[in-house]
């Protein structure tokens, strides 16, 4: 099984109030290694409890079994959530983004809902492998908007995450890994308060410690406008 180093952190926007974002940090489960990062949505009861849920269920289903699909296993974690509301009385409308990761050998499955998101860095240049899930990125699809015009609409209402009310609209692919890449999961925390021009740059991109730290600090620089996280993870040969 090839060698991984990693790096993350989770932290809240306010210290006297609850982080609605939760990450599984990775994880070796035989020969897979898995992680995620999940942010609740605000606005709605519950986005604390809905990602802590989904991030811990995940980590659950693949102790049990290992084999399974991540599209089962997004599946399976709503299912599970329609439960939480039937018999412990969890809040209805609570929903969280989800982005996770199993990389297996040279290659990673990626399952992806709501609007967090995982970068490749290759040689210091960073890929963005997921799409946000938001009305505004909808719009621009559609060549409704250009990007210029989505700059002055900060933020945007989610179309699609896990919840017990909507039905799972996720995105899953599959890529490719070479010695050095570097995957980077982050939520919007972190996303929102990157440009072109702050992104991290050569220096800061050669491992998982320096860009776990360039990020966290881009965030903490601009003013914590949400929870932020993030985790980091190189493959070694």
Not at 103 to 116: Q, R, Y
Not at 155 to 173: G, H, I, R, T, Y
Not at 216 to 236: E, T, V
């Amino acid at each position: 099984m090839p060698e991984y180093s990693c790096s993350f952190f989770s932290i809240s926007k306010k210290k006297n109030l609850k982080n609605q974002d939760s990450i599984l940090a990775p994880l070796r489960i035989n020969e897979q290694i898995i992680f995620a990062v999940a942010d609740g949505v605000g606005g709605h009861p519950g986005g604390e409890i809905a990602s802590q849920f989904a991030t811990s269920s995940l980590q659950n289903l693949y102790f049990n079994n290992q084999h399974l699909s991540l599209r089962a296993a997004l599946t399976n974690i709503q299912f599970k959530m329609k439960t939480l509301v039937t018999e412990l009385k969890a809040p209805p409308t609570m929903a969280t983004t989800l982005t996770c990761c199993i990389l297996n050998e040279k290659k990673f499955s990626l399952a992806h809902t709501g609007d967090s998101r995982c970068y490749r860095v290759r040689d210091t240049n960073w890929e963005l492998l997921t799409k946000d899930q938001t009305e505004l990125q909808e719009l621009y699809d559609r060549k409704i908007f250009t990007k210029k015009q989505l700059k002055k609409y900060p933020n945007s209402k989610l179309s699609a995450a896990l919840s017990p009310q909507l039905d799972v609209k996720a995105e899953f692919s599959k890529h490719d890994l070479i010695p050095n890449d570097i995957i980077v999961l982050m939520t919007d925390g972190v996303h929102k308060v990157l440009t072109p021009k702050t992104m991290p740059g050569p220096k800061a991109s050669i491992s998982t410690f320096s860009i776990c730290e360039a990020l966290k600090r881009r965030a903490q620089n601009a003013g914590p406008i949400d929870d932020y996280s993030a985790i980091a993870l190189q493959f070694i040969e």
